[in-house]
């Protein structure tokens, strides 16, 4: 039985848009024999379709070690060491992990985030977003994605940026859409003075998407901030490593620049 909890609404939902997959996992020898209060942490506990596996000493002893290495690994130790040193030191994680077979409303994202706050506050030490590229402290994780107590969906994903071939242009892409079973953005060549533009179109298409909406391939951008002509078409696998996730690339075919000098 689930008690009433206000629902997270996907006020744009539209079918056949893709399915939603969460993966976290949470560092920390968590006792979970206290109940989980559905009223406190607003969730009604592990949604259909969320698997969560405990892996340490005893189970599978090498996977809390599997995400302490490379890249992102190096990045969180040189950002946060005292936290990176807490978890070098857990021989415990739990993995939760799977495709909400519900996707119509974000309820089953409420009752994750509300889990996992339970698991920090049972022993937790530290949240891994892999679809985020993102290490969580408890107490930042409490403020930006259990706090609100509503769906929002800037903060559950990540625009990153990076510099093309030319270092006087951006590639902006996000990650993290994969959570509510939508693309990705992906614009490439963007000049400085267009970069406030792109940003604003990415979370745009974030919050839309998260939302329910399904953009159409070949569907046009008109933004004030942004040159005419622009377009959106998907691309992309749930192979790709840059996403993990299919993506919508925007481009500008007709410009002589893709992201050139606006109109007036």
């Known amino acids: 039985m689930t008690s009433e909890l206000e629902s997270w609404e996907r006020k ?14 949470v560092y920390g020898e968590v006792d979970a024999s206290v ?5 406190t942490y607003r969730s009604n506990g592990v949604p259909e379709g969320i698997d969560v596996m405990s892996y340490g000493p005893n189970t599978h002893p090498d996977i809390p070690g599997s995400f302490r290495d490379g890249y992102l690994w190096d990045e969180f130790v040189a950002d946060d060491p005292e936290l990176a040193e807490t978890v070098e030191r857990c021989r415990h994680c739990m993995i939760l992990r799977g495709t909400p077979t519900d996707s119509t409303t974000l309820d089953y ?4 985030v ?5 698991l920090i506050d049972h022993g937790g030490c530290a949240v891994y977003d892999p679809f985020m590229f993102r290490w969580w402290q ?6 930006q994605i259990f706090d609100p107590a509503a769906a929002v969906p800037r903060h559950h994903t990540v625009i990153l940026v990076s510099e093309e071939n030319d270092p006087s242009l ?8 994969r959570k509510f079973g939508r693309p990705d953005i992906s614009v490439h060549n963007v ?4 970069e406030d533009g792109v940003i604003d179109l990415c979370n745009r298409l974030i919050e839309h998407q998260a939302f329910g909406h399904v953009v159409d391939d070949g569907q046009l951008i008109k933004m004030a901030s942004l040159p005419p002509g622009g377009v959106i078409r998907h691309g992309g696998n749930l192979d790709d490593p ?16 893709p992201c050139g000098e606006r109109e007036p």
Request: charged fraction near 15%.
């Open 114 to 118: 509300g889990l996992i706050t339970y």
């Open 35 to 39: 109940p989980l209060s559905c009223s």
């Open 138 to 143: 408890p107490s930042g994780w409490k403020q």
């Open 170 to 177: 951006k590639w902006f892409h996000t990650r993290g859409m």
């Open 242 to 257: 840059d996403f993990n996730n299919i993506h919508l690339d925007v481009s500008w075919p007709n410009a002589a620049e």
């Open 109 to 112: 994202l409420r009752d994750t």
């Open 191 to 194: 000049a400085p003075e267009l």
């Open 12 to 25: 744009h939902y539209v079918a056949g848009g893709g399915d939603p997959m969460l993966f976290y996992v």
